[in-house]
């Protein structure tokens, strides 16, 4: 049988797709155990860690040891211009920052859900508004908006979960109309409305738990997006405000000795580093875990 001199050329290029399809879901789980490890890791150390580590208090100062560098004896991330010691600093702040982060999202998806799935289900004039509403959120600067909000509540852990929330309310709203809108014609909902289910019953028992798969695929995301963002709330002043120690406002307190005492941004600003990008990668990878099903 004679061979064509095409099939000749594709037959390699298939073997290497095959390769590399076979090699991608691997992957992905490889990326999905080691981000999951690292987050695992970094919140036990900042909840934990603090209870068992042999360090002082977080505001604990010693003017007998400023500015000790990294592996000094007795604080092994050194400290600050107070005396300080950076580990214990970055250790709570850390909490901080888990804290916000998980809480903002939490609340912004309570919110956004709410009212994306009530904007589709229901539409017509409620829709509008409510669609409308989003829209105004959404054409404010996150960062600037959170500034404000919490420029105006005032500088406390509670108001930067408030004032963060508001970021991605826009974003799960938009998430969940559209995916109700894809199940409000299913014939599932009209049977239920047929035998005499109101708006809520169906919302809850029936467009929630349809949902919820998509929206969840963005948590991971939008927390370390959250815990940046407090980050440079504390940076700016308008968040978690010293002694309260927060990996922001280390930085912004460090920068003055950038190149003297260095560590004293390096340490909270690789923390920061580490937890976003395992965030990242974990949301990721769930992403796409999700899509491929």
């Known amino acids: 049988m004679a061979v064509n001199a095409f099939d000749i050329r594709v037959r390699p290029v298939r073997r290497w797709m095959r390769g590399r399809t076979s090699r991608a879901p691997k992957a992905l789980g490889i990326q999905f155990r080691i981000s999951v490890s690292v987050l695992v890791f970094m919140v036990f150390l900042c909840f934990v860690g603090p209870h068992f580590l042999n360090i002082p208090a977080p505001n604990a100062t010693n003017f007998d040891a400023i500015r000790l560098s990294i592996f000094s004896r007795g604080h092994l991330l050194g400290t600050d211009e107070l005396g300080r010691d950076i580990l214990s600093r970055v250790l709570w702040g850390g909490q901080v920052s888990f804290e916000v982060g998980f809480g903002a999202v939490a609340l912004g998806l309570l919110i956004g859900t709410a009212l994306g799935t009530i904007a589709a289900y229901v539409g017509g004039v409620v829709d509008v508004v409510i669609m409308r509403f989003i829209d105004m959120l959404f054409a404010f600067p996150g960062l600037i908006l959170a500034l404000a909000i919490a420029a105006y509540l005032g500088p406390s852990e509670r108001n930067e979960i408030i004032a963060i929330a508001f970021f991605g309310i826009t974003d799960y709203a938009r998430?969940?109309?559209?995916?109700?809108?894809?199940?409000?014609?299913?014939?599932?909902?009209?049977?239920?409305?047929?035998?005499?289910?109101?708006?809520?019953?169906?919302?809850?028992?029936?467009?929630?738990?349809?949902?919820?798969?998509?929206?969840?695929?963005?948590?991971?995301?939008?927390?370390?997006?959250?815990?940046?963002?407090?980050?440079?709330?504390?940076?700016?002043?308008?968040?978690?405000?010293?002694?309260?120690?927060?990996?922001?406002?280390?930085?912004?307190?460090?920068q003055a000795y950038f190149g003297i005492s260095n560590q004293m941004i390096f340490c909270p600003a690789l923390f920061l580093c580490i937890t976003v990008l395992s965030l990242n990668l974990l949301g990721d990878a769930v992403r796409a875990r999700t899509q491929s099903h």
């Open 175 to 254: 998430y969940t109309r559209a995916a109700t809108l894809k199940l409000r014609e299913q014939d599932f909902l009209h049977s239920s409305a047929a035998i005499g289910s109101g708006n809520t019953r169906i919302i809850v028992r029936h467009v929630l738990p349809n949902i919820v798969g998509t929206v969840t695929t963005y948590v991971f995301l939008s927390v370390s997006g959250a815990i940046v963002l407090e980050s440079a709330l504390s940076y700016l002043g308008a968040g978690i405000r010293p002694p309260a120690p927060s990996w922001g406002n280390m930085i912004a307190e460090g």
